[in-house]
């Protein structure tokens, strides 16, 4: 075809040389403008010289010379594509000092935006032949690059090689050096096939050249040299170079041209680069632009890069996979791009993730499962129920808890799991899960902490149907009370660990079938250490219905080796209770440890008190133990609780009682009490009356409280009995050596006038005391003591003197 040149602007050409025979400097001698350009084109002909020729010079390095060069946009905004063959005069002329001259053929199109632009080997082609100067406008047949030649070209001399070159051609001038050049023609594929892996706009800007003796400074940013100067890279002809040790784009680029050619084809990666065919703008930085073209080339990639790096924005992934049929990405890109599209999860995310739906969906939803919200979570499973593939999310939740997964991880798909309804008949699922033991663990002990709403269906799809690993079955026995625990399921189960002990007893507290499983479970219960395990234990424990009687004991004794209180709750049997705990401590407990937990039991079943199931309980248990020598103290613990709930003390055994009684001054105060009140109404007569007071006295009983306990006593409503008794009780406590005779019966008056008996008694028996004739002396001075106390410190005459005045 001919070039048709931007109008006004026909195909231009300059002769650069010298006349014969004379000492003038190299300069353009003839052109294509007949002089108006000649500045401008001796510019772009500088610009494109590789340097000065030797006349010795031979092989690649002797004449000819051929440099494309790019006016860079410096022409008042044109961009030309330039070429320069350097050749010696073929007339043999030579200048006033001898030396043969040099001529430059140089030539210029007009930079063509479109696709067919020609490349470096059809522009050298065009022109090679044409002589200069030009007698006419000259329009060579220049026909579009062959993309295909180039793309072989670049697979003969070795896709990664050439690939280098245009990388290291974005950091720095790359020189192609050789023990054995090639020939002119091959030297101007391998620049046109470099070129062509960098964006054809590139061009426009881009000086490469066969040769340069790489003496003197010039532009040229590729070319074949025996030399390297500094700031240049050097490589071998098709010997690969080594990108890794470079910092900046140059591996970037290499790295993505190979990705690039890897999910297309070299004549792809071309026809890609050569639809590129802006110009760079002055100033701008080729590295970073050639990167991004790649980048929107590969933009699947490149999204699925940025969102790994946390750059991407809302909604890349689904303008990524909108843009590229998804069957051409990778399985890797696409399935990240998938799963950016489920987590994002907009409408139209969903929408699209629908259509597109492929082999790598099911595994990537899996993957996100315990990531994003169960809402979300629920919105997949629509997705996988409409396309048929809801065994395949399964069993990709349960592959991807494989052994090798990281407990947190197991964990957190096993929680998200037990959140969903089981499968309605899955058997493939559930052989699955029964070879997946960690996870099936995990997913138990997720549904159990999520409640029966979630472990009820479970266990029952996992126990229910077909063989079931041994460890699974004390969960069965947990939910259903006619299956048998057997002791064997109990150690396989145990073998998972302390939580999945505790987890069947949670089961079985909700199912009301802890008196079936507590027995079998108790032994490795109570080898729970300290820790949320325990406190679990605890909580599972904690406000129970009461129990048959040994079931209530086994859990009492359980909580008390668990450094626990146990709460009493309904009567029980106390002996059947006693004698469960007595048999479980002589089975699994060695004796020191026996008597620690029993003093700990009967202090948590009494305290705090008072807890009369509690002190039930507990007596039965004191009782029962007693014998033994280690438990010679039990009644120590019990007295503080029977101390304060003293009506108690009349219930326990004689025993008990007596051991109790010479333990406690209060609990035998208590019972002198009761005695009185019993005495008083069965009949009792002054002196009885007497005795007991006494006896209450020398214990330490307040005069308050025998005055209560003999109110009901006919006498006890007449002063002149009163004071009877408490002169009796002064005799009494004389004959028996009390050391505090006085203070004890002015107590005694100053309880009846404090109203211990009633106000009206209190008033009658002021009354009668300052009437009373000759008591005994320290009778008198009790009863002046009381009545000085009665009247608040109101000076009372003594009653002797009172009698004396009387007399007179």
């Known amino acids: 075809m001919s070039v048709d040149p931007a109008p006004g602007q026909p195909l231009r050409w300059a002769l650069h040389s010298k006349h014969p025979d004379r000492f003038d400097d190299y300069a353009v001698i003839a052109d294509s403008s007949g002089g108006r350009e000649r500045r401008e084109l001796g510019r772009l002909i500088r610009q494109s010289l590789p340097g000065a020729p030797q006349v010795t010079a031979s092989g690649a390095g002797g004449l000819p010379w051929v440099t494309f060069a790019g006016s860079g946009g410096h022409l008042d905004a044109r961009e030309r594509l330039g070429i320069s063959l350097v050749d010696w005069e073929p007339t043999g002329a030579r200048d006033r000092s001898g030396r043969p001259i040099a001529a430059t053929r140089y030539f210029d199109i007009p930079f063509i935006g479109t696709e067919t632009a020609p490349g470096y080997r059809e522009l050298y082609a065009a022109v090679v032949a044409v002589a200069l100067p030009a007698s006419c406008s000259l329009a060579p047949a220049l026909p579009p690059a062959n993309l295909d030649h180039l793309a072989e070209d670049i697979d003969g001399l070795g896709f990664e090689w050439v690939a280098s070159l245009a990388a290291l051609l974005l950091h720095m001038p790359v020189m192609i050096t050789a023990e054995e050049f090639p020939a002119l023609d091959d030297r101007i594929r391998c620049l046109d096939a470099v070129a062509a892996l960098l964006p054809r706009g590139f061009r426009a800007d881009l000086v490469v050249g066969t040769w340069t003796p790489n003496m003197d400074t010039h532009q040229i940013r590729l070319a074949f040299a025996d030399r390297v100067k500094e700031g240049q890279h050097q490589v071998g002809w098709q010997v690969q170079p080594d990108l890794s040790t470079l910092s900046g784009p140059a591996p970037a680029y290499l790295t993505q041209l190979l990705r690039l050619r890897q999910r297309t084809s070299t004549r792809g990666v071309v026809d890609r680069l050569w639809r590129r065919s802006t110009p760079l703008p002055s100033g701008a930085d080729g590295a970073t632009i050639a990167l991004r073209y790649l980048h929107e080339e590969d933009r699947p990639y490149h999204t699925m890069v940025r969102y790994r790096e946390g750059s991407a924005g809302p909604g890349e992934a689904r303008t990524a996979l909108e843009e590229t049929p998804s069957a051409l990405l990778e399985p890797e890109v696409r399935g990240e791009l998938l799963r950016r599209l489920a987590v994002e999860a907009t409408d139209a995310d969903l929408v699209l993730l629908d259509r597109l739906w492929c082999p790598e969906t099911v595994p990537v939803l899996t993957g996100l499962v315990g990531d994003v919200p169960t809402e979300l979570v629920e919105r997949y499973a629509v997705l996988v129920e409409r396309h048929h593939e809801s065994a395949r999310f399964w069993q990709g939740i349960i592959e991807a808890a494989s052994p090798d997964t990281s407990p947190g991880d197991r964990a957190r798909l096993a929680r998200f799991l037990a959140g969903l309804p089981v499968p309605v008949d899955e058997s493939g699922l559930r052989g699955a899960l029964h070879a997946n033991p960690a996870f099936c663990v995990d997913l138990v002990a997720a549904a159990v902490d999520a409640g029966p709403v979630c472990f009820v269906p479970w266990l029952r799809w996992l126990t229910v149907a077909g063989p079931s690993p041994k460890w699974l079955a004390p969960f069965a026995a947990a939910c259903r009370p006619d299956v048998p625990l057997v002791p064997g ?320």
Request: with cysteine.
């Open 489 to 808: 399921d109990v150690v396989a189960l145990a073998e998972w660990g302390q939580r999945m002990v505790v987890a069947v007893l949670t089961v079985a507290r909700d199912a009301g079938t802890i008196p079936v499983v507590l027995p079998g479970l108790w032994p490795d219960l109570a080898r729970i250490d300290p820790g949320p395990v325990r406190r679990a234990g605890v909580a599972a424990l904690a406000g129970l219905p009461t129990q048959p009687a040994r079931t209530e004991a086994l859990i009492d004794l359980l909580l008390a080796v668990w450094e626990e209180l146990p709460a009493a709750a309904g009567p029980v049997d106390p002996a059947e209770y006693a004698l469960a705990v007595s048999n479980q401590l002589a089975a699994w407990l060695a004796p020191p440890r026996r008597r620690v937990v029993v003093l700990r039991l009967i202090h948590g079943l009494t305290n705090p008190p008072p807890k009369s199931e509690g002190i039930t309980r507990a007596v039965a248990l004191t009782e029962r133990l007693l014998s033994e020598q280690i438990y010679q103290d039990l009644p120590s613990a019990l007295l503080p609780a029977v101390e304060a709930a003293p009506e108690t003390l009349r219930l326990l055994p004689a025993l008990l009682q007596q051991l109790l009684l010479q333990m406690s001054a209060p609990l035998r105060m208590r019972r002198l009490l009761d005695r009185l009140t019993g005495a008083v109404a069965n009949g009792i007569d002054e002196h009885e009356v007497i005795e007991l007071w006494a006896e209450g006295v020398h214990l330490g009983c307040r005069p308050e409280d025998v005055l209560w306990a003999i109110h009901r006593w006919p006498d006890a409503a007449h002063p002149a009995q009163l004071f009877a008794v408490v002169e009796g009780l002064l005799h009494r406590l004389l004959a028996t050596g009390h050391q505090a005779v006085v203070p004890a019966v002015q107590a005694a008056h100053e309880a009846i006038l404090a109203g211990a008996l009633g106000d009206q008694m209190a008033t009658d028996y002021r009354a009668y005391l300052t009437s009373v004739g000759r008591p005994l002396h320290l009778h008198s001075t009790a009863v002046n003591r009381a009545l000085v106390q009665a009247g608040k410190g109101r000076p009372l005459v003594r009653l002797w003197r009172y009698r004396r005045r009387r007399r007179q």
